[in-house]
């Protein structure tokens, strides 16, 4: 395969959809507003040569710190025609995070998107001797000591006379040349700055379009953050495909930026499939009798008719009728939820539930799942779209090879993996072995067709006391397709028996005890009845039932808070810190397998 960057991608993409009405859309003031190619082109050179005119050179890093929008694009494309390497860096970081990656990367000037990120910049500039500048694209935000986005801008207009050989000099970047440093998400131990190169990168997008199908007249929503690889990925693809981008104002409206926008294509996480099935699943349950009873046959029918096209079987006339009338009813209607244009879900970052996966499928809604990692640009595998087997990753994308070691670790080769991670050449060679095999850190297999199945993480893998090997995430996902769980964590590493955390939804449960007169005043007091324990624990094992007896857990404890980033139990991207949360809740962990011992020595004796 020959070798590409991603400046030659923007410049040959402004080219062929320079008549296009939109390129990127972001809402102001309640409205969505375009932007397109030519404008795109236009303000990425005016602060590509502000950048150089603040005295970035060529192999500098600069950093992203910001939500999505159009400046955040505009920004990265500014830095790979400086020929400079971006850091982008999480919004929901705090600050002495912020200043990590700032210190490690070295970065010389910081974007930062509002006064909320500034103020983490400024916190700890002091101690930052690398970082020169820092740029805000709030205009309003701006304070002594740092410069606006407009200024940027307004500075490489007024020096284009200074650099008319501005696009010759931006695609003299080399294809090995370093594009970004990314920082892991660092569920164990410090965050690792990923090396990425421009091949990388523009390798991983030109593989993925010989596996999906988009383009012009195709629309996305963008919803993850731009700061993880994956989206920023998709983008890169999208745009070279002549797809509309449209930033979601926050993943909190989501749903309602689906209505406004009506995408053809949405790329996204399993939480946000499991919210939307949730959501589906409560409004449902809590219709009247009649309502729940077509529901459930909708669901049923819709998984049978599923059975036979997943399968690439005829499906009969008969079932075809029912499925006809169960999408009228019921799935129609969640299709009008996102929109009413969408062709294709995308999902990756974690597996996705197959009962999830079945309903979405049923209702025309199919859900390719893919899988990767930062360190290979990300995409590994896809399951192909007009393929897909549920509970698999799907295949290999061109180029790409996989293989299973010996002890069940996945491991990939091709053209977008890593250089390595920067200033760590120990941690480069544990995971880049001598010949060019990176280890991924999952535990999977291959089926005789070459689909790729992820088992689980080999650091999460439970092993009890016993000897028996458990794999956690497929079970929490199990729990998780409850209406009753938020969230769920399995434990029970060197133990007797495994145990689950849960995380009830709340507003479920306190219906459903309000329901039951039950009495309590805080979420403190409704976890601690013993009606609401034997319920949730109802639930859970419910979800479990096909399970080994070993995998089962013997316990199920409830929290009374949710996981999240600020509190450093879920990284950025939304994976629990399993390690995190085993400490944080290390005295109720400890009494609990206490007390199951206690119970056993009485039972002996």
């Not at 005016?46 to 939500?67: C, K, M």
């Not at 309003?140 to 000099?169: C, H, I, S, W």
């Not at 070691?405 to 760590?424: F, T, V």
């Amino acid at each position: 395969m020959t070798k590409g960057t991603l400046v030659r991608l923007f410049f040959d993409a402004v080219e062929r959809f320079a008549s296009l009405p939109a390129a990127l859309r972001h809402k102001v003031g309640g409205r969505w507003v375009a932007l397109t190619h030519r404008e795109v082109e236009e303000r990425v050179r005016a602060v590509s040569l502000g950048l150089r005119e603040l005295g970035v050179r060529p192999g500098d890093r600069v950093s992203i710190l910001s939500e999505n929008r159009p400046e955040w694009a505009i920004a990265d494309y500014a830095c790979l025609c400086a020929r400079a390497a971006d850091v982008p860096i999480y919004p929901t970081l705090p600050a002495k995070q912020v200043e990590y990656i700032l210190h490690d990367s070295g970065a010389v000037l910081v974007f930062c998107s509002t006064a909320t990120q500034l103020a983490k910049v400024l916190e700890v500039r002091a101690d930052l001797p690398s970082l020169r500048h820092v740029v805000v694209f709030d205009a309003a935000a701006r304070r002594d000591g740092t410069m606006t986005f407009a200024d940027l801008e307004a500075l490489g207009r007024n020096a284009v006379a200074k650099y008319p050989q501005f696009r010759v000099e931006a695609l003299a970047v080399e294809p090995d040349q370093l594009a970004t440093l990314i920082y892991t998400s660092g569920t164990t131990g410090d965050p690792k700055g990923v090396m990425l190169s421009h091949n990388n990168l523009w390798s991983n997008v030109q593989c993925s379009l010989r596996m999906i199908s988009v383009g012009v007249g195709d629309e996305c929503l963008s919803m993850l953050p731009l700061s993880h690889v994956f989206e920023r990925m998709v983008d890169y693809t999208m745009f070279n495909a002549g797809v509309v981008i449209n930033y979601a104002e926050s993943f909190e409206l989501v749903r309602q930026n689906l209505q406004e926008v009506r995408p053809t294509v949405v790329l996204s996480v399993p939480r946000f499939y499991e919210k939307v099935y949730a959501a589906v699943l409560e409004n449902a349950l809590s219709g009247s009798g009649v309502k729940r009873r077509i529901f459930f046959w909708a669901k049923r029918a819709g998984e049978d008719w599923a059975t036979y096209r997943l399968a690439g079987l005829r499906v009969p006339t008969g079932l075809a009728l029912k499925h006809a009338l169960a999408d009228r009813l019921v799935f129609a209607k969640l299709r009008a939820r996102t929109g009413g244009r969408l062709k294709l879900f995308f999902s990756g970052g974690a597996p996705l539930s197959p009962e999830i996966a079945k309903f979405f499928f049923s209702a025309r809604l199919p859900v390719a799942e893919g899988y990767g990692l930062t360190e290979t640009s990300p995409v590994l595998t896809i399951n192909p779209p007009e393929r897909i087997k549920i509970g698999t990753v799907g295949r290999a994308i061109p180029e790409v090879q996989i293989k299973i070691a010996s002890d069940g670790e996945i491991l990939a080769k091709g053209p977008g993996i890593m250089q390595g991670y920067y200033n760590k050449p120990d941690a480069t060679r544990e995971a880049l072995d001598a010949d060019g095999w990176f280890h991924t850190g999952d535990i999977g297999d291959l089926d005789a067709d070459g689909y790729l199945k992820i088992t689980d993480r080999k650091k999460d893998l439970i092993v009890t006391a016993g000897g028996k090997n458990i794999a956690p995430q497929p079970i929490e996902n199990l729990v998780k397709t409850s209406k009753f769980v938020a969230n769920a964590v399995m434990l029970g590493d060197k133990r007797k028996f495994p145990i689950m955390l849960v995380v009830p939804n709340f507003e479920t449960l306190e219906r459903w005890a309000r329901e039951r007169r039950l009495a309590f005043a805080s979420r403190a007091q409704l976890i601690a009845l013993a009606d609401v324990q034997a319920k949730v624990e109802r639930e859970v094992m419910g979800e479990l039932r096909d399970l080994a007896k070993f995998e089962m857990p013997k316990r199920v404890l409830l929290l009374e808070h949710d996981f999240t980033i600020e509190s450093g139990e879920l990284t950025p991207t939304l994976k629990v810190k399993r390690r995190v949360v085993e400490k944080r809740y290390k005295d109720l962990v400890d009494r609990t397998y206490a007390e199951g011992d206690a119970i056993a020595a009485a039972l002996e004796g």
